[in-house]
């Protein structure tokens, strides 16, 4: 299975330099961290704006439930994991998020509750990740799709066993990838309570790894803003993700990539409205809502929201670019499904930013391995309802059976 | 008459393009005078030659205000010639107010001898400057990036030193955008704007803009000016001795 949060491969749209200023036109003050001025105006969206995008969005992957079921034979190595097994688990990290970060009793949150539940079924409470790993026993993506369940506290116990043992060999620990999704295969590690490498004891060493891995990518290595490209783009909202686990906890995320984030957001943002790219907006909205105080709060995105929620038609739906579809077809789906997990996530994370006083502010992104917001029930609740809980200083400690494990399920880009 | 008017219409494009690369070379120093009117084929006396200038600005008398040569008594009759052939309009843009101001400050500076001397005239608004959108900023000021010369244009200097990153967050738009000339003007305002971040990457980025873009004489033309501003020392505008306030 190709890099879970890979992003879509997309139609690479270049703006032009053409007279339409369209997006953040007109008269505006852009007040935020690193610029000069304070204006009247907020640069947040409006909470009714993103009630209504995380709603409708949520709404239309209710109704399109029946279409992340996974085909009969979904273990047989000849069927794309791309277009099955892949968009369960962005639904499953996605709605996660969304339902721990939506209020209780909101209809957000019971659409999330559901639909989470539906991805769990699907992978016959959890015997699909038994069965992945039997025919492959050396792949890292059965663990991390998991995660987001482990992390929800939906657990299956034999794969578990399994998976403790994989993960600690050098062999899943040295897997190739890149590096930001091996940031991704970090957060599952941590979620799963295990130290890498299979030495003893989480913190310091893990912690210095993880940074220097972290600064080996396009964003922690500062690459140059004016270099943006749709590839890196995606690279960087997932180095964010996996950072922040999918926004629980936007401490994670070292000051200085808080603040390079929310100076370079805008024209980001700005040109992926221009071109269209709908998928990647909402990524990039979803990063915003990720980032540390008082980042999160002060970054410039309203105009962004205003028109990604313009990309959304009457049903919910947001086409990964271009124009809603006004009929759906057999392709509508894959079309769109992804960019509306976006914009359900990056809905209900702004909007709770909003509600949220200010938290901790950002750390030093350490990436302290021992786990970020273990609040909640140490012994999690047999109902499987994740508590919602902002990053709280780390408590080491965890120790490989830790049972607030969380994993990052691969939820990026559509296939 | 009129096939006459269009014919400059039509000619007058590549005519920018001609001085704008006469100017290019002599930004980068070397010996003392510059000739612009010696290196371009098209005669002082054509009009396109005149509405060249016009379109180009201060940045015909660059090599003076900036790399402090010598100009020749024929630029400067050209440029004086231009700044009379195109007065400004009353009731006109703010950025064609500014862009004739620094003209006549430049033209001041290549006939002084050194000395500063206060502009004439009142001083255009810059209030817009801080009052738009990031991105609508970046595009004015980067028709007016000829301005980018220390002590040329102070209070506009000043209005874009107040918002260093919303012009950096413009740069960062107009390279997205593939818009080379909008980007080497930008660049060019930031290569002498305190507090224009560091993360921009922006010597790196006007290369990138050069290579991409610099088939384009006036975008070559900023990148060059750039070049020469930045080795001044930290984008400070300092002023260059001798210039003359616009």
């Given at each position: 299975m190709t890099a879970p949060g890979g992003g879509p491969p997309g139609r690479a749209r270049e703006p032009g330099p053409?007279?339409?200023?369209?997006?953040?036109?007109?008269r505006g003050n852009e007040p935020g961290p690193g610029a000069e001025r304070h204006g009247e105006e907020t640069p947040g969206p409006p909470p009714a704006l993103l009630e209504r995008v995380s709603l409708a969005a949520l709404s239309w992957l209710r109704a399109h439930l029946t279409d992340f079921r996974l085909p009969e034979?979904?273990?047989?190595?000849?069927?794309d994991r791309n277009t099955t097994l892949k968009p369960l688990g962005e639904l499953a990290q996605l709605t996660l998020s969304t339902l721990r970060s939506s209020p209780p009793g909101s209809e957000q949150h019971r659409l999330s509750r559901e639909m989470l539940d539906f991805a769990w079924r699907e992978t016959g409470r959890g015997d699909l990740f038994l069965s992945l790993v039997r025919g492959e026993?050396?792949?890292?993506y059965p663990m991390e799709l998991y995660g987001a369940f482990a992390e929800a506290g939906l657990r299956h116990a034999a794969f578990e066993e399994y998976a403790r043992f994989a993960v600690t060999t050098r062999a899943w620990q040295l897997c190739e990838y890149e590096p930001t999704r091996a940031l991704g295969l970090f957060n599952t590690l941590r979620r799963m309570g295990v130290a890498t490498h299979g030495s003893v004891g989480l913190g310091g060493t893990e912690a210095a790894e993880h940074a220097e891995l972290a600064r080996r990518t396009w964003l922690g290595g500062l690459a140059e803003p004016w270099a943006f490209e749709v590839h890196a783009g995606y690279a960087m909202t997932h180095h964010v993700f996996h950072v922040t686990n999918w926004g629980e906890a936007p401490a994670q995320l070292p000051a200085d990539l808080g603040e390079h984030l929310a100076r370079w957001l805008p024209p980001w943002l700005d040109g992926c409205v221009e071109c269209e790219q709908w998928d990647l907006t909402g990524e990039l909205l979803a990063v915003a809502a990720c980032l540390p105080e008082p980042y999160a709060r002060a970054v410039p995105v309203a105009d962004a929201w205003h028109a990604f929620a313009g990309a959304q038609n009457v049903a919910g739906a947001v086409a990964e670019d271009g124009p809603p579809p006004v009929r759906e077809t057999a392709d509508t789906f894959l079309d769109c499904y992804h960019s509306t997990l976006v914009a359900a996530f990056a809905g209900v994370l702004a909007a709770d930013r909003l509600r949220t006083p200010a938290s901790a502010p950002a750390g030093t992104g350490a990436g302290t391995p021992a786990g970020t917001g273990g609040g909640g029930d140490p012994g999690h609740a047999p109902a499987p309802a994740p508590v919602r809980h902002r990053a709280a200083a780390a408590p080491t400690g965890a120790g490989p059976h830790a049972p607030h494990v969380t994993t990052t399920a691969p939820g990026g880009g559509r296939p | 008459m009129e096939a006459q008017r269009s014919d400059a219409t039509s000619r007058l494009p590549d005519v920018v393009q001609e001085f704008a690369s006469a100017v290019v070379p002599a930004l980068r120093g070397g010996d003392g005078r510059f000739d612009v009117v010696g290196t371009v084929l098209t005669p002082a006396d054509d009009p396109v030659a005149v509405a060249a200038v016009r379109v180009l600005g201060a940045d015909v008398l660059a090599p003076r205000t900036l790399a402090g040569r010598t100009p020749t008594e024929a630029d400067l009759a050209l440029f004086e010639h231009a700044v009379r052939a195109f007065p400004p309009k009353a009731g006109g843009s703010a950025l064609s107010a500014w862009s004739h101001r620094g003209m006549r400050a430049a033209l001041a500076a290549a006939r002084a001898d050194g000395t500063a001397r206060a502009g004439d005239g009142d001083v255009p608004d810059t209030a817009w400057v801080a009052e738009l959108s990031w991105q609508r900023m970046t595009h004015q000021l980067a028709q007016l990036a000829a301005l980018a010369v220390p002590g040329l244009a102070p209070p506009l200097a000043e209005a874009v030193a107040a918002r260093p990153v919303d012009l950096a967050r413009g740069f960062v738009r107009a390279v997205r955008r593939r818009d080379w000339l909008q980007a080497a003007g930008a660049g060019r305002w930031l290569a002498m704007t305190p507090g224009t971040p560091e993360s921009l990457g922006l010597a790196t980025g006007l290369d990138f803009v050069h290579h991409m873009g610099g088939a384009d004489a006036r975008v070559a033309l900023h990148v060059q000016a750039a070049a020469v501003l930045r080795s001044r020392g930290d984008?400070?505008?300092?002023?260059?001795?001798?210039s003359v306030r616009a």
């Open positions: 053409n007279p339409r200023n369209g997006s953040g036109q007109g034979r979904v273990t047989d190595p000849h069927v026993p050396h792949a890292t | 984008g400070a505008a300092t002023p260059y001795a001798g």
